[in-house]
C-alpha cells in the first residue's frame, strides 16, 4: 500500500527523492519493532521466576530500552542487508507486501528507491532509533 499526495508525486521538499511513500514499509520500520519490544518485555518481565529481571536491569526504563535498543537494531541490519542485497541482485517480488503479487510485473529497481522509506532510510531511521535509546540509558 503505497500513497501519493492529492496533488500528485510528494514534493521533493518534503522528501528528497521520494515519488511516493509506502505505508507498509514505514510502519514496518517504525510501529512494529516498537511493538514488538513492548510484547518481549512484557513477556519477560511477566516470566521472571527466581529473579527480578527488571531490578537486575536497573529499573523498568532500562529494561524496556534494552528491549527497543535490540528490536530496533535487528530492523536496521535487515534494512541495511535488504539494501546491499537489492543493490547487487536487483529487484525480484519477494512477497513482502500485501499488494505485489497483484502487479502486472515487479516494481523496477528506480522506483524502488524512489519511495520513502526505502533500504537505507529504513536502516538509519532503524540505526537513529537504537543511537537515541544507547543515549538514554
Given at each position: 500500500?503505497?500513497?501519493?499526495?492529492?496533488?500528485?508525486?510528494?514534493?521533493?521538499?518534503?522528501?528528497?527523492?521520494?515519488?511516493?511513500?509506502?505505508?507498509?514499509?514505514?510502519?514496518?520500520?517504525?510501529?512494529?519493532?516498537?511493538?514488538?519490544?513492548?510484547?518481549?518485555?512484557?513477556a519477560v518481565a511477566a516470566?521472571?521466576?527466581?529473579?527480578?529481571?527488571?531490578?537486575?536491569?536497573g529499573g523498568p526504563m532500562?529494561?524496556?530500552?534494552?528491549?527497543?535498543?535490540?528490536?530496533?537494531?535487528?530492523?536496521?541490519?535487515?534494512?541495511?542487508?535488504?539494501?546491499?542485497?537489492?543493490?547487487?541482485?536487483?529487484?525480484?517480488?519477494?512477497?513482502?507486501?500485501?499488494?505485489?503479487?497483484?502487479?502486472?510485473?515487479?516494481?523496477?529497481?528506480?522506483?524502488?528507491?524512489?519511495?520513502?522509506?526505502?533500504?537505507?532510510?529504513?536502516?538509519?531511521?532503524?540505526?537513529?532509533?537504537?543511537?537515541?535509546?544507547?543515549?538514554?540509558?
Open positions: 500500500m503505497s500513497f501519493q499526495l492529492p496533488s500528485g508525486p510528494v514534493p521533493r521538499s518534503l522528501i528528497p527523492y521520494a515519488g511516493r511513500v509506502d505505508a507498509q514499509r514505514l510502519l514496518s520500520v517504525v510501529a512494529i519493532p516498537f511493538a514488538a519490544a513492548i510484547a518481549m518485555a512484557t516470566t521472571g521466576g527466581m529473579t527480578d529481571p527488571i531490578a537486575e536491569a532500562a529494561f524496556v530500552l534494552s528491549f527497543v535498543k535490540f528490536c530496533y537494531l535487528a530492523v536496521a541490519m535487515a534494512h541495511l542487508s535488504g539494501a546491499l542485497a537489492e543493490r547487487a541482485n536487483g529487484g525480484l517480488p519477494a512477497g513482502l507486501w500485501l499488494d505485489e503479487m497483484d502487479r502486472s510485473e515487479p516494481e523496477t529497481r528506480e522506483s524502488f528507491w524512489h519511495a520513502f522509506p526505502n533500504h537505507l532510510d529504513g536502516a538509519a531511521i532503524a540505526g537513529c532509533v537504537t543511537m537515541l535509546c544507547f543515549l538514554l540509558t
